[in-house]
């Protein structure tokens, strides 16, 4: 009984050990190629002012204004007026990126925890240091409020005077 068993159990290793010589063989290895968009569209950050890298902070922030300028040495001063549709603290980081005509992200600033006042207009800046870049992407991310709660969807913004139903999507 005891020579059946020891042959059972070599026998099973023998044949996992075969399986994973042949998955080994099969499976091919590296250099692997990027992951693509499908759809062969440009990313959001080369094509969009401003990126939220969170659904929470998209949530939480409603853009209000962009305003990119250059200056008279030709550097990128970009301005994005943000609210926070919460009675609450919050706060984001944020960074900027700034892009050559190739799409190449040339600058690339550090991030920056931003304080939203509850229902208040926060403005964050950024400009660039090289002149001549094209094109701008602000990156949003890591909400954080006082509490440490998770902030739930607003349903209602104050805009002008009145409370209107969200245009957030939920």
């Given at each position: 009984?005891?020579?059946?068993?020891?042959?059972a159990?070599?026998?099973?290793?023998?044949?996992?050990?075969?399986?994973l010589?042949?998955a080994?063989?099969?499976?091919?290895r590296?250099?692997?190629?990027?992951?693509?968009?499908?759809?062969?569209?440009?990313?959001?950050?080369?094509?969009?002012?401003?990126?939220?890298?969170?659904e929470?902070?998209?949530n939480?922030?409603?853009?209000?204004?962009?305003?990119?300028?250059?200056?008279?040495?030709?550097?990128i001063?970009?301005?994005?007026?943000?609210?926070?549709?919460y009675?609450?603290?919050?706060?984001?980081?944020?960074?900027f990126?700034?892009f050559?005509?190739?799409?190449?992200?040339?600058?690339?600033?550090?991030?920056?925890?931003?304080h939203f006042?509850?229902?208040?207009?926060?403005l964050?800046e950024?400009?660039?240091?090289?002149?001549?870049?094209?094109?701008?992407?602000?990156?949003f991310?890591?909400?954080a409020?006082?509490?440490g709660?998770?902030?739930?969807?607003?349903?209602?913004?104050y805009?002008n005077?009145?409370?209107?139903?969200?245009v957030l999507?939920?």
């Amino acid at each position: 009984m005891k020579a059946s068993s020891a042959l059972a159990i070599s026998g099973a290793g023998a044949v996992i050990g075969v399986w994973l010589l042949a998955a080994g063989c099969a499976t091919e290895r590296g250099p692997y190629s990027p992951i693509t968009q499908a759809d062969e569209t440009a990313p959001h950050q080369t094509t969009h002012g401003v990126t939220m890298m969170d659904e929470n902070v998209r949530n939480a922030l409603l853009l209000r204004r962009t305003v990119a300028t250059r200056t008279p040495m030709g550097q990128i001063q970009a301005r994005i007026t943000l609210q926070n549709a919460y009675r609450e603290d919050i706060w984001a980081d944020a960074r900027f990126v700034f892009f050559n005509s190739q799409d190449e992200p040339v600058e690339i600033g550090q991030w920056r925890t931003v304080h939203f006042a509850p229902q208040d207009l926060v403005l964050v800046e950024g400009n660039s240091i090289r002149p001549g870049l094209e094109k701008y992407n602000v990156q949003f991310r890591n909400l954080a409020t006082a509490s440490g709660d998770k902030l739930c969807y607003p349903g209602r913004v104050y805009e002008n005077g009145w409370w209107k139903q969200s245009v957030l999507p939920k």
